[in-house]
Every structure is written in structure tokens, then in C-alpha cells.
């Protein structure tokens, strides 16, 4: 330390060059070897790797992908994909409503002009109206109103005109399909514009007189054949439907697609309504079609305005994913707004815009280092779009760091025993150092905790931000100290020159956090014991109990705000309309699927979503043993004997292909063939069974009801030999997004799977079960995850809190407040509808971190304090540092409140998340921890353990205890400060070793000062400034005679402002005098 001092003290600039070399070489080889950051996939490295679950999943789609795989003995696979491919267009055209074969068989079919071009299509451009006031949509002012705000907004835009489906003489744009254009077409007017009050009251009636039908669901798609989707073959099979419920299959369409759920119940007020732009952009061809459909939202969005009562509220594009890209360049501003407003802040309190610049250059060079040891030492590849808040998390905790340091620095130039310019920034950096040290510990601890999560996109997370924060503490102990010195000795011009105005807050500042605030706190304190206690205990009812902390509840990936028009749709409006609500409630079974001959490993890079690893084939497996076929044939039979078991096709040939082999087996013999048929013994030979499998699969696929394709269960063929089995059936189970339901499930088939293979032959004894776990799969590891991070996370605080208080109630009353801020952080969340999703799972886990340092700084603070009783001590150690922790809390609320404002879902989410934790952290610490303190704080030396002292960088050969040691103390309870001398946050009287009494044996006018408990030491005037360097001492002397009046006219204690608030408190007790 004593070396290192030197190099900073005279040499500073070799310290700046050094730090400097490194990070633009750094700099220099990512700019020009590494890969840029990719966010084109949002939803990229959302999913757990490396878990049972997950392990299987991707082993199962490595089987399938796998190309050298084929359902056949034979290399059939250009066969294969020819007849997949035939049966996929046959299936597409006569299902899908817009495929072109369709419109041009319709259009021939068809002697007049379409009022529509097509029949509603889910992959259209779709907008939501509805009412400001929350009336009926369903008048005529209000339809029109929609008609008006489409044309106005929309349909006029250059852009849509570009893009949008033609007529059929390509002479303007497809109608809209909306609520007015239908009543326009059953009411035989040109336009939704034409329409009148009386059309409006015809189609109203025709629709409460039909919609009965549509209940009953007889009513369909295609009973006007002559505007089916699927031709004239197909119309209602109810011939009662009267034919004005028919034409146009208008009534079932402004039913289905149209009008909302709410429409249809007794009252009929329609209070949302859907309309069809006929413009498409889910198959993007083009970049140029793809910035066309950015740029149309966009500018429907800026300009988007409300027509009479209606507006606009929801809106889907299908391009989330690529409008994601663009919102998180656009938001980015909000960070530089928090950068800039901490830029002030810094310069503010530091008073030097030196200062402040190469504070933020030190900022930059620990994302930009953190970011080569992500990519070039740790060589993960896959870098999501999470990590770009800990730009915010480095802007925050370097603030802090500056401050503290810059805050020591000036309290040492303020002490009369400061040496020589080494001694200064020996005893500074000693300090300073720990308390930074103390503060990235408990930050980075939490992130490194989130590396047990299993989730892709949260180890990358951990692993970055964790190590930005350390290379934050290595930037913080070189280049700031550097920058200090330099700016000390060639930069005096940089400080801000206007003591009056800092003299008249320092008198402010003192005024509240010295005497109001630390009395009002005090005074109360039981009352702020019982009643954040109360707020805690309900806060933990709110979380375990009811409402409880959900998890996520649905598979739509939210990338943006709740309010932005995508999300609206997404969250909101989507299951509203029928047409919607149909396709989710149309959900499959649970398949049961256990896979013989590959291992369920996931070999690729855990880190990277991209590479999933290779199929890794089990080279014991071999279902052609006489021993495997009995025992697969009793397999199957007992699986249908299960209750989770569910037949659902009579047609089941390939599900378990050993039951239809035997019988393909005993069949009659035909023409040429004397093997592969009439054998009623049953398992067969080796031999014969691998012959007659080469010909049964392939006279299986002859069969009309049988389609193979890669998905299909059966064996799997690899160079003409069996590699793979798939075993599937369906269960009894819908798919659900209920974890506890699914987690039943599948430890109940698991457990199942397991006993069987238990009895399995060797070669068949490897094999596993898997589902559609995959939105299980991610439930499963943030219930599993999260727990564990978090408990990594309370113990590194708790380490933390005991090795830098050393005081066990100081501990045990840090943990309680933690746990109670912890709890009130989540209820919070809880309260505010946020489900856990894998951000909230981080946000909880890192809240922890940054949580501590409060409490953990009036720990330290309380500790230090003088021997007086507990009263006094809480009120010493918060005017210490209450009003440097308030300025620590302001400047990372700052940074969290400018980010409320994006639309970027991860931006704003973490924007409330500092917001909220840095609010409930100080509030708990402030008045939770002190009043504890103040009322069961440990006294004299209970509960405290004791460093060993050491001595290994002494200034002199004098043995004497240095003054500066314990000013520099109080450096381990600040977290921000100020470094210009007449700041608010610096005050050099309140230190807790300030001059005690002259003793009665000393000289008159020679101070003592405390150095242990009933010690005493004299400073002769010898033990100054060294005269070795006149230089150093007239720099170290220059804040001096500036400051002399404040010292002496400090001479009154904090202590004693605490001795008679003590005695205010407590009249009738014995009062303890401390004369300063």
C-alpha cells in the first residue's frame, strides 16, 4: 500500500497512462475483432439450460433435426420430403383463406366486383377502437367516428398505400374490414361514411335476431357458400338458419372477428371493436418491407389523435420482435438523460469538472474492460440485451464510489496531523478502498449469486454486471486516486469557486441532518419500530399467503410497457374477441413421449442459445433382442393401463410400433414372401426381426391414414440400422399454464417411467420421458433458482455486515431489516401485478445488494461511535452519515426515475426497480435500523469482536497513533459525499475523535485526543507537515487557513448536540456529561 501511495502521490500520471494503455488496447481489439451485440431475437436465451427438464427437451430436437435420421430403412428422405411437402400445400390451401390458389379459384368463380377482397385473415395488420367515455360503439356517431379516425390516421398514410393488398384491378387498396364497411355492404351503401341511423338500427336488430345461432354454433364461416372460404361444397348443416343470417356471412363474421366478447350478452354494448387493415407484414421478404412496417407504426403511433369519443387502444403488426430492436436504440436517450443529471450532480458535490470527466471516463473504461473479459477471457458469444442496464448500475455505483473518495481526501487535507502528500493518499486510498471495497462486494455477491439460475439470458447477466462492478473497483483504487492527485497539483483552475453559496447550504444541510431530521427520527422511534414492523409482517402475508408472488401465467413474451398499443393487444385485448380465444382455448394434450438410444445430454454451450449441441447416441441400445421386444410389448400395455393415459385415435400403428409389428407379424403370407408373415411365436429371432422391420415400415407408409415425417414416433433409421426409438401416446392432461398441475404431472409419469425401466433389459434401460415442458421448464427453474441465488445473496450481506461491524446485534438487527425491506420490496411487486418472470427473478436477487449498504454504513457508524450510551450513539452515527447515505440514495434514485419514461419493458421495469429499492432501503435503514439501535443497540463492548492491530506502514519511528487512522474510519459508513470544502456532506467537526478536555497534569491550550478507551495522547508540534518537501507542505496547507475559522468555531461536538437531545429524551434519568 505504502509503494503503491508513493507512485500516486508522485507519479500520478504513470498510474493515468498505465489504466489509459490498458483500456483503449482493450477498446481498440473488441472495436476490431469482436462481434457487435446482436438483439434481432428478443426472446433468445429466455430458457433454462443444463436441468433435467431442459436437458431432455434439447435432446429430443437434436433426435429430431437430426438430418442423418430418417423413418425408414432405406435412404428415402428426398421421398420423404416431396410427400411432406405435397401434403403441407394440399392441407395449407384448404384450410388457409388467403393462399393465392384459393383467391384466384374464387375470383373465376365470382361474375361481380368483391365488396371485400378476402374474409377476415389473423395475419393482417389489426386496431382496436374504443370509447373515451366507455359508451356503446355500436351508434352511429361512434362507427363513423371509427370510419373517420382509419381513414384519417391510417388508410390515408403513404406508406400503407404502398403495401396494402389491391383489388382486383389493382386500382386502390382492399377495403378495411370493420364494423362500418359490413353494415355499408348488408345495408347496400358504398362506404362506412354513407351510412345512416336507420342502417345502423337494421343491422343492430339483424344481429340479436341471429346471434342465437352463433351461440349454438350452427352458424359458420361458410353458410353463404357463394362467400366461403372453402367453396359451395360446404355450407350450414342447419337448415332452419334463415338466409338474411347468411348472406355475406356478415353476422358471423362481425360476431367471430369483430365485435368483443361483451357484445354478446344480454345488454349488447359493444365497448371494443376490431377492424382487418388488409396489409400483411408476418412474412417479411424484404429489409425494405420490413423499415416499411416499422416506419407505419411509428407514424400512426406519433400521430395517433382521438376522433369525438374514439381512440385507438391496441394495435397488432406482428413484428414485435423487429420494433424491439428499434425501441431499445430509442431508449437508450434515457440512460444518457440519468448520465447527465448524475454529470451535474458529480460536479456539484466534487466541485471540479476534472473530477467529474474522469469519473465518467473511469465508468466507461469498467464497461468497456468488463465487456473484453466477457468475450475474450470467458468467451461467451452470446451477449442479450439485459446487459445493457448495467450501464445504469455503473453509472449509480461509480457516483457513490467518486463521492466517498473525494469526500476522505478532503476530510484528510482537513486534519491538522495530514503529512506529506504520500501520508494523505496512503491513509485516503486505506480507507476509501475498504469502503468501496464493502460496497461492490455486497452488489457484485448478489449478481454472481444469480449464476446458479439455470436461464441463459440470466447467468450472461450475472456474469457480466458482476464483473462490471469489479472492474469498477479496480478502475475506482487507480484512476480516480490519479485523477485526484493530478488535479491537486496541475488543476486547481477546475474547482468551482463560490463558497458563499456552499457555506450557505453547508449551514442548511447541517441545520436538517444534524439537529431536525436525526430528533424527528428519534423521538418517535417506537412508533417507527411497531409500524414498519406492522408494514413488514403484512408485507410477508401479501407474499406467501395472498396475493402471493405469481409466476408467469402466460407464454406471450411482453417486450414492452403495458400501455404501448402491441402489449395492450398482447395482454389485454387479445382473448377478447372470439376468433382469439378460440385458437388459445384450442389446446392440445399432453403428450407422453419416452425415447430410447440417445442420451438426454445437452452438449453444447450452455451460455450461448444458439449452439445446442449434437445428438449423442447410446451404443447400447438395441430393441431387436427377444428380451426387448417382450419388454416393450409389456411396456406399452401397461402404460395404457395408466391413468394418465388417454386414446384419442383408433388409428395408433406407429405409437408403439412392437403391437402392430407382431400383428403385421401373424398376417396371411402373400406372394414370394415366407418369413415376415404367419409367426405366432412371439419375440422373434435377432435376425428375422431385423430383416422384417426393413419391410414393414416401408408397407406401413403404404397404408392411406399413415403420414411419416420427422416428429413421428417410431424407430429412427441411421445408415440402414435402428439408432433411436420414440414411444408416444397422448394423456389424459390439456396443455395448462398451471405449474403446480404440470409439476404433478411430471414427477407422476416420471416416477412411472422409471419403475418400468427398472425391469428393462440392459439395452433397453436408458430411456427418459419428456412433454411440451418448455414453458414448464422456465416455471420450474425460477421457483428452483430463485430461492438458492437469493439465499447466496442474504449470505454474502450477512458475511459482509459481521466482518465490517464485528458486532453480532449490530448483525442480528441488519439481518431483521434487511428481511423486512426484502419483504416490502416484493409486496410491492406483488402489488403492482408483476408476475415472476426472469427479470423480476433478478431484480429480487440483486435488490438484496444494493439493500445492505445502507443499514451496513450506520452499523459501521454506530459502532465507531464514543463510548455513551445507545441513545447517543444512534444519533451520533446517524448525523455522521445520515445525510451522505440521503445524498447516496438521491443519486441512484435519480438514475432509476429517468428510465420510467421508456417504452422498453427491461429499461422501465428497472427504472421502478432502483427507484423502489433505494425508497423502502433508506426508509427501513433510516428509521427501522436506527430506532432499533437506539432503543436495543448493543452497549460498551457486548457482542463486539476486535481486529488484530497491525502497524505495517508507519511514517515515522515515533510511536505514536496517528489522528488520521479514525478520521478515516468513518470513510467505511459513506457511500457518497462531496470533496469540496465547503460542502454540506463534509463536516470536519463531526468526527468521533474530536478534542476531549484538557487534563488538568497537561499545559494549557495543548489538545489531547481519544485514542482508546481511557487513553489520551499529546501531539507535540513537532509531528507536522514534513519539511522534507516545502512543496507538498504548502499544498497540503492551502484549505487550511480557509478552514481555520470553521474548526474552531466547531469546536462543538456532535456528541454533545447527542448528550443533550439524550438528556431532553431522558429528564429523570442520570445524565452523562462530555465536555469538548
Known sequence: MCSYARILAHYPY???????????????????????????????????????????????????????????????????????????????????????????????????????????????????????????????????????????????????????????????????LSLGNYIALLTDKPSCSNITEEDVKTVKNLIQTCVEFYHDFSLSSSCDTRHSPYGEKIGCKDKKIPEYCKDYNAVYNVMHFISDRSFQRSDQ??????????????????????????????????????????????????????????????????????????????????????????????????????????????????????????????????????????????????????GTLEKLVSDTLKHASLSMFVTSLTTAGALFANMVSPITSIKCFSIYAGTTVLCNLVVMVTWTPAAIVAEEKWCNFCFINSPRIYRKLHEYYRCFFEKLLPKFILYLRYLWIVLLSAIGIISGILVFHNPKLRLPTSFHFQMFRDDHLMEMYDQQLRENFWFEKAVGDQKPLMPLTIVWGVDNIDNGDQLNPYDKGSVQYDPSFNPSTKQSQAWLRHFCTNLRKTGFYKKVTPFEWSNCFIEHFIISMKSPCPKGEFICCRQPIFPYKENIFNACI?????????????????????????????????????????????????????????????????????????????????????????????????????????????????????????????????????????????????????????????????????????????????????????????????????????????????????????????????????????????????????QGGFGQFHWPSLDCCSMSSQSHIDRTVYTMSESTMSTSSSGYPYHPSIDTNATEHDYLPDRSDSHQGTPYYRTRPGRYYSRPKSESVSPDNHSERKLLSSDDKSSSADRNSGNENVCRIAVEVHDNLHTDSDKQSTEV
Open 694 to 938: 426393413k419391410k414393414y415400415i416401408p408397407k406401413l407408409m403404404n397404408q392411406e391414414l399413415y403420414f411419416a415425417d420427422k416428429l413421428s414416433p417410431g424407430l429412427k433409421f441411421r445408415n440402414g440400422k435402428i439408432s433411436a426409438l420414440i414411444v408416444q401416446f397422448s394423456s389424459n392432461l390439456t396443455f395448462t399454464y398451471d405449474y403446480e398441475v404440470v409439476d404433478a404431472f411430471f414427477k407422476g409419469v416420471n416416477k412411472w417411467v422409471h419403475e418400468q425401466l427398472k425391469t428393462a433389459p440392459n439395452e433397453m434401460k436408458k430411456g427418459w420421458f419428456t412433454s411440451e415442458f418448455k414453458f414448464f421448464g422456465i416455471q420450474k427453474s425460477l421457483v428452483e433458482g430463485l430461492p438458492v441465488a437469493f439465499g447466496i445473496s442474504i449470505l454474502v450481506a450477512t458475511a459482509v455486515t459481521f466482518f465490517t461491524s464485528l458486532n453480532v446485534l449490530i448483525t442480528l438487527y441488519a439481518m431483521v431489516t434487511i428481511a423486512f425491506t426484502m419483504l416490502v420490496i416484493v409486496a410491492s411487486i406483488v402489488l403492482m401485478n408483476w408476475e415472476l418472470n426472469i427479470l423480476e427473478s433478478v431484480i429480487i436477487t440483486v435488490s438484496v445488494g444494493l439493500s445492505i449498504d445502507y443499514t451496513l454504513h450506520y452499523g459501521v457508524a454506530y459502532r465507531l461511535a464514543p463510548d455513551l450510551d445507545r441513545q447517543n450513539r444512534a444519533y451520533c452515527s446517524f448525523v455522521r452519515v445520515g445525510g451522505i447515505i440521503f445524498v447516496a440514495a438521491l443519486s441512484t434514485f435519480l438514475a432509476g426515475l429517468f428510465m420510467l419514461p421508456s417504452v422498453t419493458l427491461v429499461y422501465q421495469k428497472f427504472g421502478i426497480f432502483l427507484v423502489l429499492v433505494i425508497s423502502i432501503s433508506w426508509v427501513y435503514s433510516t428509521l427501522f435500523f436506527q430506532s432499533l439501535l437506539n432503543v436495543m443497540g448493543p
Open 269 to 418: 354494448k359493444l365497448t371494443y371493436a376490431l377492424s382487418f387493415l388488409p396489409v400483411s407484414f408476418q412474412r417479411v421478404a424484404t429489409s425494405q418491407k420490413l423499415d416499411d412496417a416499422i416506419n407505419l407504426y411509428l407514424d400512426i403511433e406519433s400521430n395517433l389523435d382521438s376522433v369525438g369519443n374514439i381512440e385507438l387502444v391496441a394495435a397488432d403488426f406482428g413484428i414485435k420482435d423487429h420494433l424491439f430492436h428499434h425501441y431499445l436504440a430509442k431508449d437508450s436517450k434515457w440512460i444518457t438523460i440519468s448520465g447527465v443529471v448524475i454529470f451535474f450532480v458529480i460536479w456539484i458535490f466534487t466541485g471540479s469538472i476534472f473530477i467529474t470527466i474522469m469519473t465518467f471516463l473511469s465508468m466507461f473504461w469498467s464497461l468497456e474492460l468488463s465487456y473484453f473479459l466477457y468475450v475474450f477471457v470467458f468467451e461467451i458469444k452470446f451477449f442479450p440485451y439485459m446487459n445493457l442496464v448495467t450501464v445504469l448500475l455503473v453509472i449509480a455505483i461509480g457516483a457513490d464510489d467518486v463521492f466517498v473518495y473525494s469526500k476522505i481526501w478532503h476530510l484528510a487535507k482537513k486534519e491538522r496531523n495530514n
Open 14 to 176: 504513470v498510474v493515468l497512462i498505465a489504466v489509459l494503455v490498458v483500456s483503449l488496447t482493450c477498446l481498440i481489439v473488441t472495436v476490431t475483432i469482436g462481434d457487435r451485440p446482436n438483439f434481432e431475437e428478443p426472446m433468445a436465451g429466455f430458457e433454462p439450460r443444463g436441468t433435467e427438464i431442459s436437458n431432455r427437451l434439447t435432446a429430443y430436437k437434436n433426435l429430431v433435426n437430426d438430418p442423418d435420421l430418417t423413418p425408414t430403412p432405406q435412404i428415402q428422405e428426398a421421398v420423404i420430403q416431396l410427400a411432406n411437402k405435397l401434403y403441407l400445400n394440399t392441407a395449407y390451401q384448404k384450410n388457409n383463406t388467403t393462399s393465392p390458389v384459393y383467391r384466384f379459384k374464387r375470383a373465376k368463380r365470382k361474375s361481380v366486383k368483391p365488396f371485400f377482397c378476402d374474409v377476415p385473415d389473423g395475419r393482417w395488420v389489426k386496431v382496436v377502437y374504443t370509447s373515451v367515455v366507455k359508451d356503446d360503439l355500436f351508434t352511429l356517431k361512434n362507427i363513423k367516428d371509427m370510419c373517420t379516425l382509419e381513414e384519417k390516421f391510417i388508410t390515408s398514410k403513404p406508406l400503407y398505400k404502398r403495401n396494402c393488398l389491391r383489388q382486383a384491378d389493382h386500382s386502390q387498396c382492399c377495403r378495411t
